[in-house]
């Protein structure tokens, strides 16, 4: 199994910056997709920014711009830097992995969530 620890959530002004973490460990793949999600109260839980071990990344259209998701030097650990947070940012953060087999999802793991507020 994968074990995700996040880190990096609190209460932050808007337009002011947080920087989440997420460090996997376990059965780790050489091919895997991490990324994060975001889920607001009543809300649905929806995709903000992934990053896959090829090098692609991609952004929810509402994060684009503010948003940037990067990997250490082992592609093991998943860092989210958010600037210019706004409150509708405001929501519980959840670090996702996805291991790959030859083309099909092997497994997928969550973390326990990380609480975002952006309040003035």
């Known amino acids: 199994q994968v074990q995700l620890v996040e880190s990096g959530g609190g209460l932050v002004q808007p337009g002011g910056s947080l920087r989440l973490s997420c460090a996997a460990s376990g059965s780790i793949s050489s091919i895997n997709v991490m990324g994060w999600y975001r889920q607001a109260p009543g809300k649905q839980r929806e995709l903000v920014a992934y990053?896959?071990?090829?090098?692609?990344?991609g952004y929810a259209d509402s994060v684009k711009g503010r948003f940037s998701i990067s990997r250490d030097n082992a592609k093991t650990t998943v860092y989210l830097q958010m600037n210019s947070l706004k409150p509708e940012d405001t929501a519980v953060y959840y670090c996702?992995?996805?291991?790959?087999?030859?083309?099909?999802?092997?497994?997928?793991?969550w973390g326990q969530g990380t609480q975002v507020t952006v309040s003035s």
């Open positions: 996702n992995f996805k291991r790959f087999g030859a083309i099909l999802v092997s497994g997928e793991y």
């Open positions: 990053s896959s071990s090829g090098g692609g990344t």
